[in-house]
């Protein structure tokens, strides 16, 4: 007879792969606090600098699914320790780094450490979870997306009193060997429990379909389009929102909320973290209960309506703290919604590996990044505003009107006798 986990085990591994992500989310979202400080140092540009953020970006996406191969041949520990190291080896060389040469390839390898933390701990979730798939992936993202949150004060206080090497290599090293100690927690779950279809609103595939089957289908590649639509503009905002405070002059603006004071771009920086781990779990179990299109209109709606919030008032400190909140709020759910249509649509087996193929989407949004530095340059930041509303407003009509009636067709299309198995055993790792 098969081991059957616990019932408790699925949480601590939820609560294991949400730890691991937080401690990478400084590799991208602390990131743009480094950009003017090196700059202020080696007077290499904005564009030069931030191109380590792409290559950052795409390395990290683009060989997610190579990742996913190595998981399911050798399970989530190895490849999660292995990304510790790579993560504290990165922040080490950037630490170092008196070169453009340098900084890009400790960028590469700092990709290479997020994306096999991120790509094992989103598909273990995803097989912990296959009723929740919504909010198991919102809230492993969630610890990408707010775990920067309890740092960047820190972060920005050391670059401040001691320079920014001495923050990167403290952190680093710091994040790295929590994330080695954290994989030897992580496994497999030992079955693979069956889908439960919960709403009409939630249509669920009865088939395992390959990676080489799914991107044959034109719904992989119109869910790919609308994430790359969706995450070029986050991307932008992200890497950006610094060089934006200080050319709106409201980055060292005094604010005052909730009791606590600072300047207006680090309290923005801290509010977007919580509010863009709070908006993934969320809209995560919206979406388990609404329907994955239905919050994905809703989610890219909101985002446009914050850019253009932030585009007419953002020049007011408080205004451009609670717009860029907004904004990561609603942002912050692609990397809950995806992973989870992804596995509706394609099932559980392969959901790792499909799950970072759709998640290079992230990779081929991130060459966008440096051209908003381009574009701010000649046009001004209201140019770069406005194609962010257009993708997301383009987003938002493309999911509701033209992904859910095609991923509606795909399913119905399936063979109605495909049996539905109690529970099948898995090589536990």
Not at 295 to 318: D, E, N, R
Request: charged share 10%.
């Amino acid at each position: 007879m098969e081991r059957q986990d616990p019932a408790s085990a699925k949480w601590w591994q939820l609560a294991f792969g949400v730890l691991c992500m937080a401690m990478i989310a400084n590799l991208q979202y602390g990131w743009t606090l480094f950009v003017d400080p090196i700059d202020a140092k080696f007077h290499w540009g904005r564009t030069a600098i931030q191109f380590a953020f792409t290559v950052f970006v795409a390395t990290e996406t683009w060989l997610v699914p190579v990742e996913a191969w190595f998981v399911d041949r050798y399970g989530p520990r190895l490849v999660v320790c292995f990304g510790g190291v790579m993560i504290a080896l990165s922040w080490f060389l950037n630490a170092h780094a008196d070169s453009l040469v340098v900084l890009y390839a400790a960028a590469v390898i700092g990709g290479i450490g997020a994306g096999s933390v991120y790509g094992t701990c989103v598909g273990n979730a995803l097989k912990w979870f296959p009723d929740r798939r919504g909010l198991a992936a919102g809230a492993t993202a969630a610890g990408f997306g707010a775990g920067a949150a309890v740092t960047v004060i820190p972060i920005a206080n050391m670059i401040r009193d001691s320079g920014y090497q001495d923050a990167f290599l403290t952190f680093g090293l710091g994040q790295g060997a929590i994330v080695v100690a954290l994989s030897f927690l992580l496994r497999k779950p030992s079955l693979a429990a069956p889908v439960q279809r919960k709403t009409v609103r939630l249509p669920q595939t009865r088939v395992d379909r390959t990676p080489r089957e799914v991107v044959r289908t034109p719904v992989f590649w119109l869910m790919y389009a609308i994430f790359v639509m969706v995450a070029s503009g986050g991307l932008m905002a992200a890497a950006q929102i610094a060089p934006i405070a200080h050319d709106f002059k409201v980055a060292d603006v005094p604010v005052s909320l909730f009791g606590l004071q600072m300047a207006a771009l680090t309290f923005a920086i801290s509010l977007d973290r919580i509010f863009d781990g709070f908006g993934r779990p969320f809209f995560g179990f919206v979406s388990d209960h609404l329907g994955r299109e239905n919050t994905m209109f809703i989610a890219f709606s909101i985002a446009a309506l914050a850019i253009v919030t932030l585009l007419t008032y953002g020049t007011q400190p408080l205004v451009f703290v609670f717009a860029t909140a907004v904004y990561f709020g609603v942002f912050g759910e692609i990397y809950s919604l995806f992973p989870a249509t992804c596995g509706d649509t394609f099932g559980s087996k392969f959901a790792t590996t499909n799950a970072g193929l759709l998640y290079t989407a992230k990779g081929t949004a991130s060459f966008l990044v440096p051209i908003a530095s381009v574009i701010s340059a000649r046009y001004g930041w209201s140019a770069v505003f406005a194609i962010i509303i257009g993708l997301n407003v383009v987003a938002a009509i493309l999911a509701l009107f033209v992904l859910k009636p095609l991923r509606l067709r795909l399913l119905s299309e399936e063979p109605t006798s495909v049996p539905v198995v109690a529970a099948r055993p898995i090589q536990a790792a």
